[in-house]
């Protein structure tokens, strides 16, 4: 007895969301653990970058704690990979953030050719993002982790940065 089987690798909006979920708890735990965000603010972002991911504008989002001189603290790249199916899924979380008092926090999303060509409804967004040329190579940190947030074959690999 013989047996085949065909396994192509694809996801979902589902999937996106399942990702998407993942993403915003970790958010919620920067914004909690360094004092700089409210529920709310993280909400809004979080609410944008679903919209982003559902709709396939993402390339990467970089989220950056930056102290009131602004001097980067800490930071934390998610790079979409969209043949993840190899990846090992991991929880979100992991590494507090430190408080800092009047840090703020930084998303900078990286936006792929999809973004040019159909733009984005501005009506359907929270945040008032605007395009920027923010040099956000955290040459002044050293990378120190990595995770990965995996549904199917769609998936975020964050790299962390610190101090």
């Known amino acids: 007895m013989s047996h085949t089987n065909t396994a192509s690798e694809t996801y979902s909006v589902v999937d996106i969301e399942n990702v998407v979920r993942n993403f915003a708890a970790d958010l919620r735990m920067i914004a909690e653990s360094s004092n700089t965000w409210s529920r709310e603010m993280v909400d809004h972002y979080v609410s944008d970058i679903t919209y982003f991911a559902k709709n396939r504008y993402l390339l990467y989002l970089d989220v950056t704690l ?7 603290l800490k930071a934390a790249r998610y790079t979409v990979n969209e043949a993840s199916g190899e990846l090992t899924a991991s929880r979100p979380g992991g590494v507090m953030w430190p408080r800092v008092p009047s840090a703020t926090l930084r998303v900078v999303v990286g936006k792929n050719s999809k973004w040019d060509s159909e733009p984005p409804d501005t009506s359907k967004l929270q945040i008032s993002w605007v395009a920027s040329s923010i040099d956000i ?3 002044s940190l050293h990378e120190s982790a990595e995770r990965n947030f995996v549904s199917n074959s769609y998936g975020l690999q964050r790299k962390d940065y610190g101090k």
């Open 137 to 139: 190579s955290h040459s």
């Open 66 to 72: 930056l102290s009131p001189l602004s001097v980067e």
